[in-house]
């Protein structure tokens, strides 16, 4: 049985790229470049790189870069979108529960989720930053983004997907907040590239600085450090506050 996110990126890759959270790339992709120190000899490899905004503008920029995604969908139109651009991406279908790779990467990123946080249990969540780690070189860099469990205590994520909603194509509703899980459920609704409208059984786990830290030390990662993402805005002086939905953490091997 097919899980909702799999579902939902069958054909929804154009409609995806016109989503208001998608359009903070270049930017983004400034703070990854200066976290690396520019240096263009580095392999980056982008996990549950979607569409291929960050691998294809950070290949723009001189990089090598490997993405990865489960989708066919979003891989294609990846492809699509590279060679659109004139650029050499190494674009792979991969479940990142099971990444392949192993000592080959200076950078690993996993930005607007890259598929943690997305998966049905904590076990499944914590193999896709294992196989993170896993394909770093020693010295290699970790950067990830993932839903900042403090922001539900003092907000009402139903309001805040309904304010995101409005300003793109997805629709969110019935919204339950499970404080045992620290899953959002919710039912989303979209029209896919095809016209085809999908109602999506969905939930999310929202994690805790705290959580983050003992995860990434149990994977012998080193120089946690966990900020505010802001879209777009990525940056170290950002302090993680209860207003941030999402949050930025950075680690080394």
Request: aromatic share 10%; proline share 1%; charged share 30%.
């Amino acid at each position: 049985m097919k899980q909702w996110y799999e579902i939902l990126f069958e054909n929804y890759a154009r409609k995806y790229d016109e989503e208001a959270f998608v359009q903070g790339t270049l930017g983004e992709c400034d703070f990854v470049e200066a976290e690396v120190n520019f240096n263009k000899q580095i392999n980056i490899l982008d996990v549950g790189c979607g569409t291929g905004r960050h691998a294809i503008e950070l290949a723009k920029r001189g990089y090598t870069v490997t993405g990865v995604d489960l989708s066919q969908a979003q891989i294609q139109r990846a492809r699509e979108k590279a060679e659109a651009q004139g650029v050499e991406v190494d674009f792979q279908v991969q479940d990142a529960r099971e990444l392949p790779f192993s000592d080959e990467f200076d950078l690993v990123i996993l930005i607007c989720e890259g598929g943690f946080s997305l998966m049905e249990t904590d076990e499944m969540n914590y193999r896709i930053l294992e196989g993170a780690a896993r394909a770093l070189k020693n010295g290699g860099k970790l950067i990830f983004t993932t839903l900042n469990g403090l922001f539900p205590l003092f907000h009402s994520v139903k309001e805040f997907l309904k304010s995101a909603g409005e300003k793109g194509h997805a629709d969110y509703d019935k919204n339950s907040f499970d404080l045992m899980t620290f899953r959002d459920h919710n039912i989303t609704t979209i029209i896919d590239d095809a016209g085809i409208k999908k109602e999506l059984q969905c939930n999310e786990r929202y994690y805790v600085p705290s959580e983050i830290t003992w995860l990434l030390k149990s994977l012998k990662l080193k120089n946690i450090g966990i900020f505010g993402a802001k879209l777009g805005k990525f940056s170290r002086e950002h302090k993680l506050t209860t207003d941030d939905y999402e949050m930025l953490v950075i680690a080394e091997k």
